[in-house]
């Protein structure tokens, strides 16, 4: 059934949506990654140049990443899948519609995160991968996976505005947290700029909100009126 | 032998309620004019919305092939292919007699096809599977004489085979020969 959801989402808006985006995201780290010095010079400041260009990187991908996916799970509630619960039920549907968007913003990510490594490996001297960049990448991975319940959850056919309307909020929340020492935010949308996270039970708070979410994107699509 | 049974089945918008038993082997033939709860009565059926009065009894966990009144089906597909896709999610084979029956125009891209051409893919995908009970909306929309024939001669088919069917339309005359019921709404 996955195979099914990937040839219904995979239409023309989605394949340019996507191809869009890719093609930003390169251009984008090309521009950041090649200032206007001297190879010598960006040599000798190797490890200054990487952190700039991490520094910079991410809060663009983080922006552009929200977007996109707001962009993806607009359709998520598309009127194909009525037959199919028809004949296999809410349940199996259900569960393979969340795997289905999982695997999608997963595969997004990786794409991504690939590109913001591989371009300025090739078009600069500076560049060495470091495993500390990546694991400040994968802390903004449970952003996305909270961005896309709320979708699948509030979002409907009948409302997609919805979807921008929550992009806003989670970016202006994210503004909030990191210039806010409260924690009481956090607690409603614990995204990953909170200062929760400077505490180990954080993670814990994170991981049952995640799994609260997915409990609700159940509850709410074995119970609605289609 | 009962497959579905309604007892004063009622949504608050719709002042009717539905007392209602569909068996096997049966087809249930369903007309009225517009708002008078034909799509209604589906989705209660389908299990779509809930009864806000009465009750809905099935005999068992049933299995539905429906077609909507409105159709969605991927673009960038072929017809082919995509029936092929629909019967391995169904676990059946693709039933070739079906699809020569309709004439489909298999290597054709569904971005291309004609309305009429894409409510056959449609019905096409909608038969394939083995469900209880095969529910069809409007499945006369935007089809021709000729294939209104076919479709009347591959429900009737289907029936003597022994499936369970509800189709409502706004055209009765088609089915009307072959309906075990017909609820006028």
């Known amino acids: ?226 | 032998m009962k497959l579905i049974e309604l007892k004063n089945a009622s949504k608050y918008y719709l002042d009717k309620t539905f007392n209602l038993t569909i068996n096997k082997h049966e087809l249930l033939l369903i007309t009225g004019t517009n708002g008078s709860g034909k799509t209604t009565l589906i989705k209660l059926i389908l299990a779509f919305i809930k009864p806000d009065r009465g009750q809905i009894i099935y005999c068992r966990n049933l299995k539905f092939n429906y077609l909507p009144e409105k159709t969605h089906l991927p673009d960038f597909h072929n017809a082919y292919d995509y029936l092929f896709q629909i019967s391995k999610l169904k676990k059946v084979d693709l039933n070739l007699k079906l699809l020569v029956d309709l004439n489909i125009p298999l290597y054709k891209k569904i971005a291309h096809l004609s309305k009429g051409n894409y409510q056959r893919v449609a019905i096409a995908s909608t038969l394939i599977g083995e469900s209880d009970l095969i529910i069809l909306d409007e499945p006369l929309s935007g089809l021709d004489t000729k294939t209104t024939n076919t479709l009347k001669r591959i429900i009737k088919q289907l029936k003597e085979e022994g499936k369970s069917i509800i189709i409502s339309t706004h055209n009765p005359k088609a089915f009307e020969k072959l309906a075990t019921y017909h609820l006028k709404l």
């Open chain 1, 1 to 226: 059934m996955i195979k099914y959801f990937f040839s219904h989402f995979f239409n023309k808006k989605t394949r340019i949506i996507i191809l869009i985006v890719l093609l930003l995201v390169s251009i984008l780290s090309v521009v950041i990654s090649s200032p206007q010095t001297s190879t010598h010079e960006m040599a000798l400041n190797a490890n200054s140049y990487n952190l700039e260009y991490h520094g910079r990187m991410l809060i663009i991908i983080r922006y552009i990443l929200m977007f996109t996916i707001s962009l993806i799970l607009m359709d998520h509630d598309a009127p194909f899948i009525k037959p199919l619960i028809a004949y296999f039920k809410r349940g199996r549907v259900s569960c393979c519609k969340l795997i289905f968007y999982f695997l999608i913003i997963s595969w997004l990510i990786v794409v991504i995160y690939s590109i913001m490594i591989v371009i300025p490996f090739i078009v600069t001297r500076y560049y060495q991968f470091d495993w500390e960049y990546f694991i400040e990448f994968l802390k903004l991975l449970p952003d996305y996976y909270i961005m896309s319940l709320l979708l699948l959850i509030f979002l409907r056919e009948n409302r997609k505005g919805i979807s921008f309307l929550l992009l806003i909020i989670l970016i202006i929340i994210s503004f909030i947290q990191e210039d806010s020492e409260n924690l009481a935010i956090s607690y409603l949308i614990p995204l990953s700029s909170s200062k929760i996270f400077n505490y180990k039970l954080g993670y814990y708070f994170l991981a049952i909100y995640l799994f609260f979410l997915i409990y609700l994107y159940f509850y709410v699509f074995l119970n609605e009126n289609f």
